[in-house]
């Protein structure tokens, strides 16, 4: 069984930046495709980006690409998003998730943290 404990959201404002990280522990020994997702108050889970465990490919919805990137430090068994220029509609509480494949399927992942809250103001 793999444990995910996500860090590093606060309160930020609007155009600032912030680095979420995701610390895995347990598991078989292999590596996860790596999935960050978010759900805002009153709002259903949202996809924002996922790494795939074989090459390292990357994908962002439109809503966060070129603001948002995921990377892997595999020396501290650590997944990163970094937040730039973040927005207002942003806020929402931040999930990591690792699972076999990469998706923008949330119902696919195997694990997923606890959640970090992000809150961008205006």
């Known amino acids: 069984q793999v444990q995910l404990a996500e860090s590093g959201g606060g309160l930020v404002q609007t155009g600032g930046s912030l680095r979420l990280s995701c610390a895995a522990s347990?598991?078989?020994?292999?590596?996860?495709?790596m999935g960050w997702f978010r759900q805002a108050p009153g709002k259903e889970r949202e996809f924002v980006s996922y790494?795939?465990?074989?090459?390292?490919?990357?994908y962002n919805p439109d809503s966060v690409k070129g603001r948002f990137t995921i990377s892997r430090d595999d020396s501290q068994n650590t997944v990163y998003l970094q937040m730039n220029s973040l927005k207002p509609e942003d806020t929402a509480v931040y999930y990591c998730?690792?699972?076999?494949?990469?998706?923008?399927?949330?119902?696919?992942?195997?694990?997923w943290g606890q959640g970090t809250q992000v809150t961008v103001s205006s």
């Open positions: 998730a690792a699972g076999r494949t990469g998706t923008t399927d949330g119902t696919r992942y195997e694990y």
């Open positions: 347990g598991g078989t020994g292999s590596t996860y495709s």
């Open positions: 790494m795939t465990r074989i090459g390292s490919k990357t």
